[in-house]
């Protein structure tokens, strides 16, 4: 369609590309590629009590030679040290569950979503964008009030008389995994509903003339269908749950350690650059599969 | 249309009850006269009083306000220059890594784009001197490298659905491809391009972390002002403060989204950008 314009060998289009795709490069090239290069870098750099708080990796540089220290003690210490393996196996743990159950809620929202009149749908997705656009931090702090020994929950169960001391909601797996699913509800909900939008109803229609019962055409015919909106909504509720940071500190208290708060946590308390760099190079190792497959496939 | 399920209607007004059930507690609460934020001793003002006489909540909000509407326009501006580039070269080389690095700031989380940012800026500040030092200039650029990836996505899916006969018809009648930029592209891609302004402008008001990442000691924003305020126990100033947010957030969302939604066929105002 645009084939008059894509004639790239035209001398004036060529440098119509290289102005535009020039501009978002040298934008984009200095301020975030070369972070990525520099954390790779730090990530094998000796720590030194110093700002900036480690030491330069190349050592010595002339004509007659150059000389690398290369440190490896981070590398080894993401395998050997406890808290990060530990860290690392919570938080798949925390994400992974808080993904299904997000899932399990979402479905059967989305669904009832779609089955409703059209002329209310509209205003129905206003009300699940509205928490979506409110303040992040606000949410997870409306749950503290909620979940707190003295917050809504325990003493309604207390006068209710279900309860006779405060169960302890707050600074629980519970809670973190309750936040999570709270924050991100949006992003499992909002794809599933646009792929069960377009969704062809008719053949639910046609496996119950064909003797399908309803949770049999579910399976069957419907979860089929739906799956690509299905991975959309999961990898985008997955992907931030496992750095999350926030939710944690707030919700899961000194115990909840997750992966993306122990970056944060070497980065700010222990002032340990190079173990904060190698822990941000490992998870970006690890998500740059799924980042590539779901881009592979079409999905952002 | 078949209905599957019936009951399905309860499951969604169940999950509208859990989604909207603690904003409506924030709300309840921010008039409450007590300090306890779970006893409720009576209606009053006092924490609205409060929250307008405190300082460094309101220092903070004119902070964020200006950071958001900055890196907003300027990612708005940088995702559509990616976004035509992408969309009108589909031959260009290394097309892949191209649309790859400017998605990657939406996907990656945070905490790693809060380290990447603050390393790139230590490294340049090393070779040229700048930026000087950290505060709203680093965290505007980095929120506006976020936003753009959130813009582009909007964008080029927009640009895709685009009724290229018009395009074709400018052409025939001998418009030059600035003008038709100017006078055709920008005019029907207008709705996604403020949708996407204003997502980017929530997405830099809301953001924390990569803002604690890349500011310096003199600069708090918004979020690092609530959540140091937090740290150190509940206080009813931030439901209030939660009240105004959300009201604000409602009648502009009731308002905005009439007129948008309608015309954005890039999704929902806010839809993931997935979509």
């Given amino acids: 369609m645009w084939k008059a314009l894509l004639n790239i060998k035209n001398p004036s289009q060529k440098w119509t590309l290289f102005l535009l795709a020039g501009c978002v490069y040298a934008w984009i090239l200095p301020v975030f590629f070369l972070g990525f290069l520099q954390i790779t870098k730090v990530a094998f750099s000796e720590p030194y009590i110093q700002v900036p708080p480690y030491k330069n990796l190349l050592t010595h540089f002339s004509w007659e030679f150059i000389e690398f220290k290369i440190y490896l003690a981070n590398l080894f210490d993401l395998f050997n040290e406890k808290i990060y393996v530990y860290a690392f196996g919570r938080s798949l743990k925390i994400a992974g569950l808080s993904t299904l159950i997000a899932l399990i809620v979402a479905y059967p929202m989305a669904l009832g979503l779609v089955m409703m009149p059209k002329r209310y749908q509209s205003s129905l997705l206003l009300l699940i964008l509205l928490p979506f656009w409110t303040s992040f931090l606000l949410r997870v702090y409306a749950w503290i009030g909620l979940l707190n020994s003295?917050?809504?929950?325990?003493?309604?169960?207390?006068?209710?008389?279900?309860?006779?001391?405060?169960?302890?909601?707050?600074?629980?797996?519970?809670a973190v995994v309750l936040g999570i699913v709270y924050c991100y509800l949006p992003f499992m909900l909002l794809p599933l509903y646009s792929t069960l939008q377009k969704f062809d109803w008719s053949l639910i229609e046609a496996s119950a003339d064909l003797g399908c019962k309803p949770w049999s055409s579910f399976r069957q015919v419907l979860l089929p269908n739906t799956v690509s909106g299905?991975?959309?909504?999961?990898?985008?509720?997955?992907?931030?749950?496992?750095?999350?940071i926030i939710i944690p500190i707030l919700l899961g208290g000194s115990k909840a350690v997750m992966f993306g708060r122990v970056i944060w946590e070497e980065f700010f308390f222990n002032r340990d650059w190079t173990m904060a760099s190698m822990l941000s190079l490992a998870l970006l190792v690890i998500l740059m599969f799924p980042i590539y497959r779901a881009q592979k496939k079409g999905d952002l | 249309m078949y209905n599957l399920f019936p009951r399905l209607r309860g499951a969604l007004w169940l999950g509208y009850f859990f989604m909207l059930a603690p904003l409506i507690y924030v709300i309840v609460y921010s008039f409450n006269d007590s300090r306890f934020v779970s006893v409720w001793s009576g209606f009053s003002l006092k924490w609205y009083h409060h929250l307008w006489n405190n300082k460094v909540l309101m220092t903070a909000t004119v902070i964020s306000l200006q950071v958001a509407f900055l890196s907003a326009s300027i990612a708005v501006l940088l995702g559509t220059i990616a976004a035509v580039t992408y969309t009108r070269f589909p031959q260009m080389r290394g097309r892949g890594f191209f649309s790859f690095i400017s998605i990657a700031p939406m996907v990656l989380p945070e905490v790693v784009l809060g380290m990447a940012f603050l390393m790139a800026y230590l490294v340049l500040q090393d070779w040229v001197g700048l930026p000087r030092n950290r505060g709203m200039l680093t965290i505007i650029i980095a929120h506006a490298t976020i936003g753009m990836a959130y813009a582009f996505i909007m964008i080029r899916n927009r640009l895709k659905n685009f009724d290229s006969a018009v395009i074709e018809a400018a052409m025939d009648l001998g418009a030059t491809p600035l003008s038709i930029f100017f006078k055709i592209t920008i005019p029907i891609i207008a709705p996604t391009l403020i949708s996407a302004w204003l997502l980017v402008f929530i997405l830099s008001f809301d953001d924390l972390v990569v803002a604690s990442f890349v500011s310096g000691a003199e600069v708090t924003t918004l979020p690092m002002a609530i959540f140091s305020s937090i740290k150190f126990g509940l206080t009813p100033e931030i439901n209030a403060l939660a009240t105004v947010m959300i009201v604000i957030l409602s009648v502009g969302l009731l308002l905005i989204s009439r007129k948008l939604t309608q015309k954005d066929e890039s999704g929902m105002i806010l839809q993931p950008p997935s979509e």
Avoid: R
Wanted: aromatic residues 16%; proline residues 5%.
């Fill in chain 1, 150 to 174: 003295d917050g809504i929950i325990n003493t309604a169960l207390m006068k209710l008389g279900l309860i006779s001391t405060p169960l302890a909601l707050l600074y629980t797996d519970f």
């Fill in chain 1, 230 to 244: 299905i991975f959309t909504g999961c990898f985008f509720v997955f992907i931030p749950a496992l750095g999350e």
